[in-house]
């Protein structure tokens, strides 16, 4: 990226856009979309550090075009920030699509030994995962007990109105997505799933006041559940970390040091992911 910046030829064009630079701003061999997709790299080189007047001199391009390209960006929120000399960053809508569509490889290398250490500390199954458009589904989990590792499969989809990791992220997402969540039969697990759209928007706000989600016998007879949600840098939840065992075992006594081990887990998962999503966010 810093090369194409930099090395500009002798006639004036724009080594970015291919083409020198024309009035409107909006031409290009690759039309409107390839201008718009040039700015978006431009921040995602430097997130945190291109203001207007950056995009204007990196890409040789007209303040009315380059304030145009930014304000459409913005409102597709792809892009954050910018005014006054501030910089822009990537969008939240940006980083969910790096999130939804990263590589297996890079979420599991930086998140395995953090859930490694949790199920170490609490002798529980413990498992990754993450919201898929409006699908939450398990990323890996690992499980001292060789007896609880069929609850929580790679890609196994959770059911959003009975998963303790599902209501921990769905909680906090748009209406939009809830909406789309919710939609279509929601199966009766046990005698103890609710399928109530009511009951369950309740039940999320109750995980946005506790700051945590449960599943009592919701999905199996007898397993309990705990589901904490990881907060990225930029504020959204779009992984969070499960437990699971036997009810009895799950929500006793040591509930409280339960939670305190996983906000702490969360926590670190929220640094390690966020830096991942930044690199990855580089190659666009």
Known sequence: MT?????????????????????????????????????LELVAAFPGAVTMSDVCLALDMPKTSAHRLLAGL???????????????????????????????GWVETLARPVIEALAAERGETCYLTRLVGHAVRVVFSVSPEVQWRGYVQPDLQMPPHAAATAKAILAFQPPGIIEKALEGDLVVLTSQTCTERDKILRDYESVREKGYGTCVSEIDEGLGAL??????????????????????????????????????????????????????GRRL
């Open 227 to 280: 589901g904490y949600p990881v907060r990225l840098a930029d504020g959204s939840i779009l992984y969070s970390i499960g437990l699971t065992g036997p009810v009895q075992r799950i929500f006793n006594d040591n509930l409280p040091v339960r939670l305190a081990s996983l906000e702490q887990a969360a926590a670190a998962l929220g640094r390690s992911l966020s830096l991942g999503a930044e690199i990855a």
């Open 3 to 39: 090369e194409r910046i930099v090395n500009r030829t002798s006639s004036g064009s724009s080594p970015l856009l291919g083409a020198p630079p024309t009035g409107d701003g909006e031409t290009s061999p690759g039309g409107p979309l390839d201008r718009y997709m040039t700015v």
């Open 74 to 104: 913005s409102r597709a929120g792809l892009v954050e920030g910018g005014g006054r000399h501030r910089p822009y960053t990537l969008g939240k809508r940006l980083v969910r699509l790096l999130h939804a569509s990263a590589e297996q």
